[in-house]
Structure formats: C-alpha cells, structure tokens
C-alpha cells in the first residue's frame, strides 16, 4: 500500500461533450486529488471568509464609536462577536498556510503527489463544512451563550468538524515531508518551508485534538445535566483559549517558514545559518505547549525571591520563546540582503512585513500576561489576535505571489502586489493598534454597547473601522489581480526567482505528477547545485 497517488484523472471527450464544460470544470476542481488544487481551494475559500470577517468586524467597530447608542439589536451583538472570534482564527488564520504547505510542500520535496490524496481532500471539505455549521449556528441565535439549545448544539458539532478538517489537511502534510521526500534528501536537507510545514503541522495535530475533547465534554453535559460545565453560558470560559493566544501562534509556523524559505532567494545565495532558521523555527513550535495545556501564564512581582524567579521562567518559556524564533528569522532575513547582492521582488517584502506584524501580535500578548498591566478582559487581546491572524493573511498574499507562478505559470505585477499589500499592512496597524491603546485605557473586550472610558472612544474605535476597511480593499484589489494576472499575466518561465529549492525545476504551471523524473539532491539547494553556484 502506497500514500501517494500517481495518476491522472481524466475527463473524457464524452463526457465534456454530456455537459457544458463549466460544470465539468467544477466537478473536476471539486472531487480532484491533485493536492494543487486542493491547496489552492483552501487559500481561496479562506480569503472569501476573510472579506467576510472583515465585514463584521467593521460592524462592530461602528457599534462601538458610539456605544451609549445601540445600532445594533443587543441579541445580535454578542453573535457578532462570536462570528468575528472564530472568524479570525479558524477562517483566516488557521487555513491559510495550511492550503499554501498542501500546495507547495510536495513540490519542494520532490514528490509526485501528496501523502494520502483523499484525506486531504477530506480536510478541505471537513472545514469549510465546519466553518458553515458554526456560522449557521451562531445566526440561528447557537454559539456561546446563544439562547437556542439545539444551536449551541450545533455550534459545537460545528467548532469540532472545523478542527478535524484541520487535522486531517496537516496530516496530509505531516506524512509528505516524512515519506514521499526524494532520494537523497534527508530531514536535514529539506526545504526551510517544507521544514515549517512538518513542524506546524505536528503542533496543529497536537493542540486542536485538545479542543475537540473539550467540545465533547462541553456538548455531553449541554445536552445533559449542564451542571459540570456551566451550560451554554460557560462555552467560552473552557473553550476561550480555543480563540486566542496562544494558540493562534500554532498556526503561524508555516508563515515564517515561508518567510525563511525566500530570504535566500532574494539574496542570491545560500541559507547563511540554515541551522539558525531551523532553531527559529522550532522556537516558534513551542507555542503548541501553551495551546495544550490550555492556559496563559502570567508574570507576576508579588512573593518572595524565589518565586519571582520561577514566574519569570514560565512567563519566558510559554510567551517568549516563540517571539525569539521570530525574531532570529526575521533577523537571518535581513542577514541575506547583505553586500548588495539582494534581488528584492514583493512577494518577500509583504511576507516580510506580514511575520513583522505577527511579531507585534506576540509581543502584544506578552505584555498581556504581564501582572499589573490590567489588561486581561480588555479589546488589547483582540488587538493581538487581530495583529497575528491579517498578519498571517498578509504573508499569505506574499507567499501565493511567490509560489503562484509554479502553480498558475504567470507572475502577478510586482506594483500589484505592493499595492494591494500595502493597504492590508496599514489596514493591519488602523484595525489592531488603536485597540492596543483602547486597552490601556480599560475598553472591555466582548462588548460592543454600555462601556465608558476617558478617552477619545470615538478616535480609536474610528480608526479601527477604517482599518478592518482597508484590509477589505487589499484584500479584494489582491484577488482582482491574482485573477487577472494568474490567467492574463507575464509568463512566468519555469524558474522566475532563481529558486534553490525543487519545485523550480519542475514547468510551470507543475504537471499533475509534478515530476516527469524524480530528482537525487545533495544538498538542501539542489537547483542552486545545478546552476553552479558554490557554498
């Protein structure tokens, strides 16, 4: 038994001429096995949710200019907040890189296809079917501390299914990178985002079992006693960290993976300390311990010598570690653009500047855990997740940029991609940093109506409603020219970068089997190798 599937799937000339072609074409993109195309479904169905997200969170901005003034009816609001919550993580954050790994790792490690086709494509279909229970419920007055019964049934079944689409994609993609590799190429020696995507892929497989055995818990005494857990009204106090940091962080693994992936690239030459990127990579990783053990931890002053010291370790261990690895990727990034050797294009640039973002996103929240700050309970942790989940949308538009021309065979307008990233980054800073500074000043997370604060409220809540409109602008002016150019554009030729790594020695747009040989490397720069460039 074989976890990969080699063959072409076909449509016969019949069959095209029973129906009109566009349902074929449909039906072909629907049911495929090609893990290309299942990736790129899962970008796509991501960034329409995204609009979506976007939108609502908008709305609640605009409640909460004037909150002595309700807009919106007081049943609906925590429904939107709900829908904005979950929308930013397992619509946006979560999916995105995921479809990008299932795209492009088989690529890089010089497989023919993906490691178990169909469980990919059940990921897929598991999410998005997940992510419309949850919506449906939450409309249907479900969700936390929805006031229909079945609904908040339903919510949870749907919080559930979401997760299981999740596993089972990272699954897909865990087994890529550990047995389809090409001869060869070791662990050591695989790609710095193929890297990326085993390491994030195991954290995703590690921490969101954690919250399906919540849901189960939760939805048995639900349907039940509600004694043990609170009923509908506590949904959110066992499963909050669900929603949060730092479990957001699990998923943005992948994104700096990415962002080490092309800094060589745009460089022209090797990964200086491959080791280095690894390392920071791993740091990152190690957000997956917050996430499973589902709680935040706080450094506190208070107490003697001794426990001051083991507060600080904690706090260091479980919110600081994961910066560090940021921080030695973006650094060995910047390392690479040195002796003016650097070929900037846009695709790095907004990647770089979607993982400088996440930054903020993770710094925000480890003067979150900080005892004294008073800003626990505050719109300062939206602020960070907000900060962390577009800074994940915006390296996402970065990395499709950078790897769609393998997948497409034409290049998206550089001016197109400054452009449409520059509206998502100073729609990122409009939407997330006012509700920093709205923290300090005590605006309650999880209202929208009835708070009061000196303060320009008005200010920062404004500036926040423009934020979240600009990423909708970028967002859309991205899809437009992905659109246009993906299908119009500049040919991309097979290898538009100067790539290092496998999948720029496959044509463009990459046949279904991806290979027509496959390749034996010696090194983790095996294209690199073959155009005579030495360490």
């Known amino acids: 038994m074989t976890t990969i599937e080699t063959h072409a799937q076909a449509t016969t000339a019949s069959q095209r001429d029973a129906v009109p072609q566009l349902l ?60 904005f919550r979950f929308g930013l993580v397992y619509a946006v954050l979560a999916p995105t890189f995921v479809g990008i790994a299932i795209a492009v790792a088989p690529l890089q490690v010089g497989a023919r296809s993906i490691a178990f086709p169909r469980l990919a494509q059940l990921g897929l279909w598991l999410w998005i079917t997940g992510v419309a229970t949850v919506i449906i419920s939450i409309l249907g007055n479900g969700g936390p501390a929805g006031g229909n019964s079945d609904m908040v049934d339903l919510y949870l079944l749907g919080l559930a299914v979401t997760a299981a689409g999740l596993i089972a994609a990272a699954t897909s993609a865990v087994v890529t990178v550990l047995t389809a590799r090409t001869a060869g190429m070791s662990l050591e020696r695989a790609p710095l985002f193929s890297w990326s995507a085993l390491a994030g892929g195991f954290a995703i497989i590690a921490s969101l079992p954690v919250a399906i055995g919540t849901v189960a818990y939760i939805y048995v005494d639900h349907t039940y006693s509600r004694v043990a857990f609170g009923g509908n009204y506590a949904v959110n106090d066992h499963l909050g960290w669900s929603l949060t940091q730092p479990l957001t962080f699990v998923f943005v693994v992948m994104a700096v993976g990415a962002l080490a992936d092309m800094g060589p690239v745009v460089s022209g030459g090797r990964q200086p300390l491959r080791g280095g990127a690894l390392a920071g990579i791993g740091l990152v990783t190690t957000a997956v311990l917050g996430a499973v053990t589902q709680s935040q931890h706080v450094l506190t002053w208070t107490g003697s010598a001794g426990d001051k010291i083991q507060s600080l370790i904690t706090f260091a261990f479980f919110n600081l570690l994961p910066v560090l690895g940021v921080l030695v990727v973006l650094a060995l990034g910047a390392l690479g653009a040195k002796s003016g050797k650097i070929r900037p294009n846009a695709a790095f640039a907004v990647t770089f500047l979607g993982v400088s973002m996440i930054l903020v996103g993770m710094l925000g929240n480890a003067l979150l855990n900080v005892d004294g700050a008073d800003l626990i309970g505050t719109v300062f942790e939206e602020g960070a997740t907000v900060y962390v989940a577009y800074g994940t949308l915006l390296a996402g538009l970065g990395a499709m940029a950078f790897w769609g021309p393998k997948l497409w065979g034409r290049k998206i307008a550089d001016k197109k991609v400054f452009g449409a990233g520059a509206l998502v980054l100073l729609g990122t800073v409009l939407a997330a940093f006012p509700q920093y500074i709205a923290g300090f000043q005590g605006q309650p997370n999880g209202a929208v109506a009835s708070f009061d604060y000196d303060g320009p409220i008005s200010l920062w809540n404004g500036a926040s409603v423009a934020g979240h409109a600009l990423v909708i602008l970028g967002l859309l002016a991205f899809i437009g020219a992905a659109v246009a150019d993906f299908r119009s554009g500049e040919h991309a030729g097979d290898d ?11 044509p463009s747009p990459a046949p279904i089997d991806n290979f027509s040989e496959l390749a034996s490397v010696a090194s983790a720069e095996p294209v690199l190798d073959s155009k005579g460039v030495s360490a």
């Open 24 to 83: 074929v074409g449909i039906a072909d993109w629907v049911s495929s096995s090609d893990h290309k195309k299942i990736g790129r479904l899962f970008v796509a169905l991501s960034w329409l949710l995204a609009l979506g997200t976007a939108v609502v969170a908008a709305l609640i901005g605009i409640e909460r200019i004037t909150p002595s003034t309700a807009l919106i009816d007081a049943d609906a609001a925590p429904q939107l907040l709900a829908i």
């Open 496 to 506: 538009p970068w100067n790539g290092h790594t496998l999948e720029w020695a496959t």
